[in-house]
Each structure stands twice: as structure tokens, then as C-alpha cells.
């Protein structure tokens, strides 16, 4: 065999190992997906976030053709799901169902938080946001915006509003407004919206930051008056509630609470790109828009990058955590 012959069989052979090593990749991505995905919850059912993922799996299922598993990993406020999903394998069949809590939020405020909700995540879309409310109950004197702003700045230190927990976006939320209105209000964090409502409509509280999806049942009922939003538009679900932004002009109040899809970091881009493809088409899909508007929330826009997105919101919170010096 000649030197020639020789080298023309020694690369054949090299290319012919190269494709058989790399196929088990190609073709797994390829068929890709070929089994049920897995769609974690950092929250036990029944919440929002838990509703929003049931939502998105059921329509996911439909546009992927696999089924897609909801898996609830309540504790840490989100976290501990959100750590599971940061630890799996980036294969595109652990994916996480986060919300701002846990993917901006909890790690300005808690340092026990070890996961980057920028870097240790895969992007892959977000799905919709739920706007904030200001509340009071309906016994109270105040019933507008600027009835509640000329309240609080007469009693300076005296008044209160009440959240669902000390670091959360409501928590965030009614800080945002005392940053920008420059309000001296106290906060009285709660463990969860369930003794928030009970002390509000109890008068033990004067103010309570919701999401607005969480209020209404009582809002509707005539038990508690929406003051205002805290984000900058209205919301197509209660179009008569005004926002802050425009009834007092404090254009920096801007929060809300938002819900975006994620898979581990390094996923391949294939993947990526396929799930990319499929959630686009969830968010166009009429029925769950339908469903999503019913729930209060608004959807997304497909063309929105998450990665663009979440570092503006985690540079808005950052700035709220540290003129409130909130620590977890």
C-alpha cells in the first residue's frame, strides 16, 4: 500500500469514527422530542405560576407532540425548583416554569441563593405578565389615587401596606411606589395573600399590594377598592382601574409579575430553537390566549428577548432593593 493510499484510508477512517461518535447528538436532536418533557414549578398547585405552566404544557403538548409533565417543587419562594431545573441535564426534557420572584429577584435579596437566573438558565421565551394592584378595604375613607397619596403624606410613618412576603414583587411593587411618590409607608410582610386579605378586610391593615387576578374576586364583590395599578398600562381585565403612572404622573412606577420559560444552561441550540418555535406558536394559539386573558394575565409577545428582558427587570429590582435595603 502506498504512503498516499495509505493516508486517504487513515482519514476515512477518522471521519467514519467522528460521525459515529457524534450521530447519538445529531439524532437526539433531531428527533427531538422523543419522550415526555418535564416542566417544573417552583410552587405547589393552584398558584399562578402553577396555573400559567398547566396552561403552557397543555398547548406545548399539542404544538411539540409529546406530552409535557407538570412537576410542582414548592419552597425558598420558587427557588429550590428553579435549582433543580439549573442542575439537569440540558437535554431539552427538564424545563422550568419560572416567575420574577425566583429569576431577578431572589438573589439580590438572599445570598444562600446559588444559581445566576442570567447565566445558569437557557432563555427560551416569556409567556405573559399579571399587573400589580394597590388595595384598601371598602370601608375605608380613601377610594382614589389621589385621595390615598394626600393620606399617606399627611401621616407620615403611619400608614401601611401589606404584601405577601418580604422580597416578593409585591413587596417590590409598593416600594417602587414609595420610591418614586416619595411616600414614608410602612410594610407589613405576610405569609401569603390569604392573611393579607383576612387583616384587610378585617381593618388591622390600610393597604395591600395584589396581583390583580388575586383581588378581584373580593374587588368584585365590593369588598375592597382597587386604588390603582402599579404598572403603566391598564389592564384589559378591569379597564376602569387607573394606573399611578398616569393618574399621579410617577412614570417610574412600573411593575408587574411576569412568567417565562426556561431549560438549563447549554442547552444546544437545535433544542433552543425548536422550543423557541413551539412556544411562539402557544402564544398565538386562540384558546390559550383565550384561557391566559381569562386569568388575568397578558400574553407575551413572541418576538420579546427574554435574555434583553430579564436583565432590564433585574436592574429595575436591584435599584428598589437597594433604596429599601431589603434583605431576605
Not at 218 to 232: D, E, H, T, Y
Amino acid at each position: 500500500m502506498t504512503s498516499s493510499s495509505l493516508s486517504r484510508r487513515v482519514l476515512l477512517l477518522a471521519t467514519a469514527a467522528a460521525t459515529l461518535g457524534a450521530s447519538p447528538l445529531l439524532h437526539a436532536q433531531t428527533d427531538y422530542p422523543s419522550r415526555p418533557i418535564t416542566l417544573v414549578v417552583g410552587y405547589p398547585a393552584g398558584g399562578s405560576t402553577d396555573l400559567t405552566a398547566r396552561l403552557v404544557g397543555a398547548e406545548l403538548s399539542k404544538q411539540i407532540g409529546e406530552h409535557v409533565i407538570i412537576e410542582n417543587v414548592g419552597g425558598a419562594g420558587g427557588a429550590i425548583g428553579a435549582q433543580r431545573v439549573a442542575k439537569a441535564a440540558p437535554d431539552g426534557y427538564t424545563l422550568l416554569l419560572g416567575a420574577s420572584n425566583e429569576m431577578a429577584i431572589a438573589r439580590l435579596i438572599n445570598k444562600a441563593i446559588k444559581y445566576d437566573g442570567l447565566k445558569d438558565f437557557t432563555p427560551v421565551g416569556l409567556v405573559s405578565t399579571q399587573p400589580l394592584v394597590m388595595v384598601t378595604s371598602a370601608a375605608s375613607d380613601v377610594k382614589t389615587i389621589p385621595d390615598f397619596l394626600s393620606s399617606v403624606r399627611a401621616n407620615p410613618g403611619q400608614s401601611s401596606f401589606g404584601s405577601s412576603g418580604v422580597g416578593t414583587s409585591l413587596h417590590l411593587g409598593g416600594e417602587s411606589l414609595k420610591k418614586a411618590a416619595g411616600l414614608e409607608l410602612v410594610h407589613v410582610p405576610y405569609r401569603g395573600v390569604a392573611p393579607l386579605t383576612s387583616d384587610l378586610l378585617g381593618g388591622q391593615l390600610q393597604y395591600g399590594v395584589f396581583v390583580l387576578s388575586s383581588a378581584l374576586p373580593n374587588i368584585r364583590a365590593g369588598k375592597l377598592v382597587p386604588l390603582g395599578l402599579l404598572q403603566k398600562s391598564r389592564s384589559a381585565m378591569a379597564p376602569q382601574i387607573p394606573t399611578f403612572a398616569e393618574a399621579a404622573g410617577l412614570k417610574d412606577v412600573d411593575m408587574n409579575v411576569w412568567f417565562a420559560l426556561y431549560g438549563p444552561a447549554g442547552m444546544p441550540a437545535a433544542l433552543t430553537g425548536k422550543l423557541r418555535t413551539a412556544l411562539a406558536k402557544v402564544l398565538q394559539a386562540p384558546e390559550f390566549r383565550a384561557k391566559m386573558e381569562e386569568s388575568g394575565s397578558t400574553v407575551a409577545d413572541p418576538g420579546i428577548d427574554l435574555s434583553e428582558f430579564q436583565a432590564a427587570e433585574t436592574a429595575k429590582y436591584r435599584r428598589i432593593v437597594e433604596f429599601a435595603k431589603i434583605e431576605g
